[in-house]
């Protein structure tokens, strides 16, 4: 199984308890009398079966409080997912936390920074990279939207494919004009699982492809992921209290939903809440307002009990990998691992959602590193505080590096960055000047030529093109 | 201009009304730009005036915008007082047999199969904040529907939404329907959202494409050449 990282350090505390409860208590009244309007028949029969209050003309569903208490104490706060191979199984929910690998619409060229459809090749060859890095547990939705030649209908589709193919590490299952119906039969083809995908559209609505695709997957034995995306001030309030309550309000009639199509469903929440940049309308992808979102939202959460993610986290407005992408990626995200965030979309992704990159990928992957050691607190014990050693070397000129203890702990101790520049000035002159870019670039090379992920047999492939051409097949008589 | 023309025949009174009916739209205030405005339509005000007075004002914040000064929620809040004074206003100027003078007319909605709404949404404020008559036809909207609303308001523009990959094609669809029902030669049609850019504005043979909101306003300007 993969470990993750345990924080061992107390979450993030942004709200008192008192304003947790007053978001909670205001979700329970939005769903009580606003409702969330609900674009699928099968899900408003089974909610009106299950006494929530429907009306099938406007579509609204409206929650009575007791049953979304009754629905959220069902969800499990902890469980196992199984991956085509054992070590990279994932055990969601606690203190652990796992870092997910985020989609970027396109390509992008590392000289030019221009965005271009990637070839097969490439997305292929990012999701070896995605198999290889160390701090990347988990595969989000797509690394890319496709790749040339195409069609439209099929690209989330073979997207889903060329995952299985090329890693064995746990995706995330989109959808798109009923594909989930097939894409769901490859996992178990593979032995393995994926985690499904549903969202919300906000404000406060569900349309029929989404929860067609919840009870398809959660039917196929999958867990579900739930997730709602806003613009504060636009799709959501503006403020950070009243866009809690909106996405609290989408999330937990989502999971409402899902644990009534099957009592005790492995769930995950996703919160993909921005402020609206005023000036464009746009999401303001990388904005501190967004952390601070979501601190609140891991907080309400956590007194759920049901594990978390977050998307916000690992996006960028800067069009290029340079100071602005570092930080604006970064700070969030350490807040998420702080705030006790289960898992963190985080990898990959540049300009918003618009484009990705491996090399990208693998600048954000030591910094998933670092984030996941500073969780990972301070161990003090009689061998760490180190007092007879402190003893034994005494001062000057004693010293700790010839110690047996030195070469015991320092590796678990410190983080040990594989690709920042980190050596001396002469060095740097010497070997050519290269940034922590550049190391990324080479780290790329290297691991193309190098790794190697556990691929399909020929009976499994078969068994995914198959299901990739009866998909097709429907696409074309529909 | 009409206006300073006009301007210079008004009493104290009549000057304070459209005073009133600037602050109005400056403050956001639908209520108080519709009392104004019907005062100033019970003074005998000739109605031109008063709307002149708001598009200039509307102009004004809008160049703010430009520079930086104002933001999304206050064209939005200008155009929604603005919006609260109109219908008095264009049924007085018809009274008088004459026309309302505007920068054309949009019909705007989101594809087939997508039901996102706020990008349009935005669009649509933007777009009636720079002048136009903007007839928002809402989501999920098919081809027929769009181009019926096309023909019912003899529009200029059609402006078309779609945030998902697998919605954008169906503004092909909506396009070809435009083009069999002899349409196209007299309508712009421009193109925006998540799943868009140029290069698919331009296979589907769309006249413009803009990836922010204000652009798209400006967008629609210059292809009606106002």
Known sequence: MQKGFIRKIKPLVVLSEEQVTLIH?????????????????????????????????????????????????????????????????????????????????????????????????EYYDYL?????????????????????????NMKIPEGIAAKARNTTKIQLQCFTKGSHAYTAKMMPELGCEAIGVSHCAAPLTYYRDSIDAMFTYINSGFPIYICSGSVAGGSAPSTIAGSSVTNNAELVGGVVIAQLIKPGVRTMVGDFVFPANMSTGAPLFGDIGAALHLAAYSQVWKKYGIPTAVSVSGLTNSKLSDYQCGY???????????????VIDFHGGLTGELSAHPVQAILDDDVAGMIGRFIEGVDVSEETLAVDLIKEVGPIPGNFLTKEHTRKWWRKEQYTTRIADRITYPEWLKNGKKSALDNAKEKYEEILSNHKPVTLNREQDKAIENILEELNEFYKQS | MEDN???????????????????????????????????????????????????????????????????LPDLAGAADAMNGALPPLEKKIKENGRKVENQGKIVIGTVLGDIHDIGKTMVSTLLKAAGFTVFDIGIDIKAEVFVNALKEHDA???????????????????????????????????IGGGAINQEFADKIGADGYDPTAPGAAKLAKKLIGK
């Not at chain 1, 099938?56 to 499990?76: D, G, M, T, W």
């Not at chain 2, 990959?165 to 669809?173: G, I, L, V």
């Open chain 1, 25 to 121: 208590k205001s979700t329970l009244e939005v769903l009580k009398e606003t409702g969330l309007k609900i674009l699928n028949e099968r899900a408003l029969k089974l909610l009106d079966k299950n006494d929530c209050n429907v009306d099938y003309n406007s579509k609204i569903v409206r929650f009575p409080p007791e049953i979304v208490e009754e629905c959220l104490a069902k969800a499990p706060s902890n469980y196992k997912v199984k991956a085509r191979i054992e070590k990279h199984d994932v055990e969601i929910g606690g203190d652990r936390v796992y870092f997910r690998l985020f989609a970027g619409m396109e390509t992008v060229d590392l000289n030019t920074w221009e965005t271009r459809t990637p070839t097969r090749k």
């Open chain 2, 156 to 190: 200029d523009i059609l402006a078309m939404s779609a945030l998902l990959t697998t919605t954008a094609p169906e503004m092909e669809k909506v396009i070809s329907l435009i083009k069999e029902e002899n349409l196209r030669d007299k309508i712009k049609i421009i």
């Open chain 1, 128 to 152: 070896t990279v995605v198999d290889a890095l160390p701090n990347l547990h988990m595969v989000g939705c797509y690394p890319y939207f496709g790749y040339k030649g195409l069609p439209e």
């Open chain 1, 328 to 342: 604006e990626k970064a700070i969030p995200t350490m807040i998420a691992a702080l705030a006790g965030i289960n």
């Open chain 2, 5 to 71: 023309k006009s301007g210079r025949d008004l009493s104290e009174f009549q000057k304070d009304l459209l005073n009133d009916l600037k602050k109005s739209i400056k403050t956001y205030d639908r209520n108080m730009a519709a009392r104004t405005v019907d005062k100033i339509i019970e003074n005998k005000m000739d109605p031109m005036v008063a709307m002149n007075a708001m598009t200039e004002t509307i102009r004004i914040i809008g160049e703010g915008f430009e520079k930086g000064e104002y933001f």
